[in-house]
């Protein structure tokens, strides 16, 4: 999507998730946010982060043993 906020580029993906998060901590309080769902969405988050981080080593591993 041409206007779409989320980058598409692999390499900008976990710096924009790592601000995300950052983000949300700090503007909970005025989005109306109860701490229970920023905890929720921080780890939902971080959770990606890491599953994100695993499958491109995994492809990075695959890649040079080819």
Same mark, same amino acid.
């Given at each position: *999507?041409?206007?779409?906020?989320?980058? *598409?580029?692999? =390499? %900008?993906? %976990?710096? $924009?998730?790592?601000?995300?998060? @950052?983000?949300? +901590?700090?503007? =909970? /309080?005025?989005?109306?946010?109860? /701490? %229970?769902?920023? @905890?929720? =969405?921080?780890? +939902? +988050?971080?959770?990606? #982060?890491? =599953? $994100?981080?695993? *499958? @491109?080593?995994?492809?990075? #591993? +695959?890649?040079?043993?080819?």
């Amino acid at each position: *999507m041409k206007n779409d906020f989320i980058p *598409m580029g692999n =390499a %900008d993906l %976990d710096s $924009f998730e790592s601000n995300l998060v @950052t983000k949300l +901590i700090v503007h =909970a /309080p005025v989005l109306g946010l109860k /701490p %229970d769902e920023v @905890t929720e =969405a921080v780890q +939902i +988050i971080n959770e990606h #982060r890491t =599953a $994100f981080t695993n *499958m @491109t080593s995994k492809k990075s #591993r +695959i890649k040079i043993s080819c």
